[in-house]
């Protein structure tokens, strides 16, 4: 696994740093109000839980998985639900936990469903962002690392599946594609 990786962007030092303050930060802005914090499945999954073991305040865990290129048109604006939520969100206050945000659009349709679900509020932590990548206007409230537009793996990000478990973030050697 190690040797198809070209270079690394973050180590994990870097990333442990910015976890616990992006956890720190969060913590406080909740503070006393009923936090639900939404997996969004499958990338976001080692973040999350780094994230929410930072933060010592009462929260609430649950877990989506959308389509993110599948069902609807960019216009409809619709999202394909895979695996639902378990928890009745209504007046909670919701945070969606998300690996990366790239055209913009997984995240842009999961915040309008569970605004029309009737949450108290819908927020969104990404722990990168790849603006150049845009399509849909699109910005998270808490964002970790703005990234260049390149193929990145680990710490939950995949390739065919695969390199979600490695504990730094980096791209791959070209001939892995190939
Ligand atoms: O901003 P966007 O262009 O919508 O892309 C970002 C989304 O794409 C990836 O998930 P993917 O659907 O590949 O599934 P995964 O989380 O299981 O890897 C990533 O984890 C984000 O959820
Ligand atoms: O750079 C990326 N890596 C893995 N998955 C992704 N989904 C959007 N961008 C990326
Ligand atoms: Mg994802």
Do not use: W
Not at 19 to 44: H, P, S, T, W
Not at 92 to 103: G, R, T, Y
Not at 127 to 146: H, I, N, T, W
Request: hydrophobic share 40%; with cysteine.
């Amino acid at each position: 696994m190690l040797m198809d990786i070209e270079k690394t962007l973050l180590d994990e030092a870097a990333i442990g740093k910015r976890v616990r303050e992006l956890a720190e930060q969060i913590a406080a802005d909740y503070a006393g109000k009923d936090l639900l914090m939404v997996c969004v499945l499958n990338g976001a999954a080692v973040f999350y839980i780094d994230l929410l073991m930072d933060m010592q305040i009462p929260l609430e865990m649950n877990f989506i998985r959308v389509s993110s290129y599948g069902a609807g048109t960019e216009s409809s604006g619709t999202v394909r639900i895979l695996y639902d939520l378990e928890a009745d969100i209504t007046d909670k206050h919701v945070l969606i936990v998300e690996d990366i945000i790239d055209s913009g659009r997984t995240l842009k349709r999961l915040s309008k469903l569970l605004k029309e679900r009737g949450a108290a509020s819908v927020k969104c932590c990404c722990l990168l962002d790849k603006p150049s990548r845009r399509a849909v206007e699109m910005q998270a409230d808490y964002v970790g690392f703005s990234v260049p537009d390149e193929f990145l793996v680990g710490y939950g990000l995949d390739y065919n599946g695969k390199y979600r478990n490695l504990r730094f973030i980096g791209t791959l050697k070209p001939e892995i594609y190939e």
